[in-house]
């Protein structure tokens, strides 16, 4: 196997990719069912944003810690953990709505539940798929993994929102769904070695999380990948929660509306991931920002939608060039610093990501104030200046092939049989 598809040689990130299928495609349809669920019993952009504001803080504090367990402790153990409390949460809500007794505050508890449990998930994966590829082809393997998150973003939302409509299934139906794919990720993830602690040091776990800070300022390009990233997705992924005010309310296409938007977002960013897959390395560091101003002027355009079929081919374009941004950044960031390193640098990635949940509520607050299309007007103009000021100010950034090749570790991280060593 070569090309795009050469990580999928190694047997256990083939093990460790499918059942991240299954945890997202779990992800993707509980997010589907929550924000579907929050307009539908308050009918207010503010209530959406509340939802993910309790996604934002859950995440925010546990961050701190999720990158330092990921270095030091089993990533099995965190995945497995981790997973069980998603399907649960899932189960409970579903049981819940089949009882007529759910309420908002129960969406906004699962949110804080389910923001804590993505913040250990990110960090423990991606340290394991770094332990399981060797640094050749871990930039393939990036941005598979990545395909693989959008597949389900293809495919879950889709999914979620064509059963809602349906009578037998419903929202309880899907969370039922959900639920069972949490169940088969736990499954695959149990036949996972342990994945070994990548930190050696005998600090103690605020120790290590200071020593991880220490090693960002240090390192410039390091921080620059890390400060863009919380500045684009802070400002500009709080978009993708109010897609069904857009799809219900500006074109009045209900939930299919919102699953046609979903799901065209999502294979917009599945071909990007697929066709980047097998890039050059030394090319990242200026496509990553190029993808950054892109993102900002489709979702500025996509505020500026005349029409409903307008609005789905542009949250495409927004959907490939947010994956694209992404990717790469991950790539360039896993690529560039010492695998001991990994876990803390994923948290710290994911604290833009707890960000984007914390600005969701403002930034509902500002569409009820002064309207949905303003507001995402303003947020991918934003993205497009902050992007295009980082392009302009770094040029080509410091030496693309010492990125490229960067200090990830000089040993391969896998034996022949594509097991992770102890």
């Known amino acids: 196997m070569s090309g795009r598809f050469t990580s999928l040689e190694i047997p256990l990130y083939r093990r460790l990719l499918i059942g991240g299928i299954f945890n997202f495609l779990a992800m993707q349809i509980a997010l589907i069912a929550r924000a579907w669920l929050a307009y539908d019993l308050t009918g207010s952009n503010t209530a959406l944003g ?41 189960a409970a809500l579903a049981l819940a709505v089949a009882t007529d007794s759910i309420e908002y505050w129960m969406l906004v508890m699962a949110s804080v539940v389910q923001g804590a449990m993505i913040s250990f998930i990110a960090p423990a994966r991606m340290g394991f798929m770094a332990d399981a590829v060797d640094r050749e082809r871990l930039t393939n393997a990036v941005f598979l993994s990545q395909s693989s998150v959008q597949l389900t973003r293809v495919f879950g939302p889709a999914a979620a929102g064509a059963l809602i409509g349906v009578d037998a299934i419903g929202v309880a139906g899907v969370y039922v769904i959900a639920a069972l794919c949490s169940a088969a990720g736990i499954a695959y993830t149990v036949g996972l070695p342990a994945g070994r602690p990548t930190a050696t040091s005998n600090q103690t776990p605020l120790g290590d999380l200071v020593d991880g800070l220490r090693y960002v300022r240090s390192n410039r390009p390091v921080a620059h990948l890390i400060t863009l990233s919380f500045i684009v997705v802070l400002v500009a992924f709080p978009h993708t929660a109010f897609l069904p005010v857009v799809a219900d309310d500006v074109f009045d296409t209900g939930s299919f509306g919102f699953g046609m938007l979903t799901t065209a977002a999502a294979v917009g960013a599945l071909g ?12 990242l560091w200026r496509l990553q920002a190029l993808a950054a101003v892109a993102f900002g002027g489709f979702l500025l355009a996509f505020g500026m939608a005349p029409s409903f079929a307008v609005a789905v081919a542009l949250i495409f374009c927004v959907g490939a060039a947010s994956a694209a941004f992404q990717a790469m950044n991950n790539s360039l960031v896993l690529t560039s610093v010492p695998v001991e390193y990994h876990g803390r640098m994923q948290s710290l990635l994911m604290l833009s990501f707890s960000g984007f949940g914390l600005a969701a509520l403002p930034l509902g607050i500002v569409a009820d104030a002064l309207g949905l299309r303003e507001t995402l007007v303003i947020m991918g103009a934003v993205v497009v200046a902050v992007s295009t000021w980082s392009l302009v100010r770094r040029g080509d950034g410091p030496d693309a ?12 991280a896998t034996d022949p049989a594509g097991e992770v060593r102890r």
């Not at 990007?272 to 090319?283: M, P, V």
């Not at 092939?401 to 391969?412: E, Y």
């Open 272 to 283: 990007t991931s697929l066709g980047l897959a097998n890039i050059d390395r030394s090319r």
């Open 50 to 90: 509340g939802v993910l504001i309790g996604f934002g803080i859950s995440s925010i504090v546990a961050i701190p810690s999720a990158g330092v367990l990921a270095d030091r402790f089993s990533k099995r153990s965190i995945l497995l953990l981790t997973g069980t409390g998603q399907g649960l949460v899932s």
């Open 401 to 412: 092939t010492d990125i490229a090749s960067g200090p990830v570790s000089s040993d391969a």
